[in-house]
């Protein structure tokens, strides 16, 4: 005989909070840290032309650390990282929206539904700048035209100060001392003024074309398949 089996749906009130947050992101952290060099990698592949840059996934991986060091290899990392902010109002948006629909006596697939839809749109507009930012930072680094439409600048000492004036870093700092955050400065500034605010949501209609039906449709079959 089959035996039947009991899966408890555990919702927002069930959540013990400061275990989701805190490991939560600790482990996704450590996942992102993981893969990022592949993603980077993927990245600089999809928008070379032709086989300027690399001839492919290995090609770029011994390249990339010849030239660029294994940092190269986390280029953006530290602004990428961000995105796990998303992955945090992703999973709350989610479950405030079914405990508030479960109010109106919405039913579990309908309010799956309406969650996983509004959460993916929460997360999306979070992510999406972040990614703009951060798949610019991937492309730096590179020879000749690999480096990107924004390109940060290694300024020498002498024009640093003037540098460091217009984007608003401290004068002392020389190559060094100019992080992940200060080279997102940069392609902040230049992407704001080359396209405005609209540059940081390239793809943006697009991405919530893609997560918002696939989050929606997920959800209630999980539950679905829960409820078996």
């Known amino acids: 005989m089959q035996e039947k089996r009991n899966i408890r749906v555990i919702e927002w009130a069930d959540l013990d909070k400061r275990k989701f947050y805190s490991l939560g992101v600790f482990m996704m952290l450590s996942v992102r840290a993981t893969v990022y060099p592949f993603t980077l990698i993927r990245t600089r592949l999809q928008v070379q032309r032709g086989r300027s840059q690399y001839r492919g996934t290995a090609d770029a991986f011994i390249k990339i650390l010849q030239r660029e060091g294994v940092l ?24 405030l ?12 697939t309908l309010k799956s539904v309406a969650g996983g839809g509004v959460a993916s749109l929460v997360a999306q507009s979070i992510t999406v700048p972040i990614d703009v930012v951060s798949q610019h930072l991937m492309m730096q680094g590179q020879a000749g035209e690999g480096g990107g439409r924004f390109k940060v600048q290694d300024h020498p000492k002498r024009g640093l ?24 400065r940069d392609i902040v500034r230049q992407i704001r003024q080359v396209d405005g605010m609209r540059g940081f949501y390239r793809g943006y ?3 919530l074309l893609t997560y918002i039906p696939s989050s929606a449709v997920w959800w209630p079959f999980y539950h679905l398949y829960a409820a078996l």
């Open 72 to 95: 190269g290899l986390y280029r953006g990392f530290a602004v990428n990282a961000l995105t796990l902010v998303s992955g945090q109002f992703y999973i709350t948006t989610y479950e």
């Open 97 to 108: 929206v079914r405990d508030q629909a479960s109010r109106l006596g919405a039913d579990n």
């Open 161 to 184: 100060n003037a540098h460091a004036a217009q984007v608003g870093t401290n004068p002392t700092e020389g190559k060094r001392g100019r992080p992940s955050f200060g080279q997102a």
């Open 205 to 207: 209609l697009a991405s």
